[in-house]
């Protein structure tokens, strides 16, 4: 009988999200950003697979 091994698996993605503020100047516009929402929709149809940095590890 074959023993199974326990595995912990990590799947990396790459993915932004794109914001239009108005500002003074590029950091208020950065904090104006850091306080919204991040949008799913907009990170998920931006989502792709990232496999050179995947891993699995036996534990």
């Known amino acids: 009988m074959e023993t199974k ?3 912990k ?3 990396y993605y ?3 999200c794109s914001y239009e503020v108005e500002a003074k ?3 208020e516009a950065w904090q104006k950003v850091k306080e919204l929402d991040i949008n799913p929709n907009e990170i998920l149809s931006n989502l792709e697979r990232w ?3 995947d891993t699995i590890e036996e534990i």
């Open 25 to 27: 100047n590029g950091e």
């Open 51 to 53: 496999e050179e940095a």
């Open 9 to 11: 698996v990590d799947i």
């Open 5 to 7: 091994k326990k595995y």
């Open 14 to 16: 790459s993915t932004y």
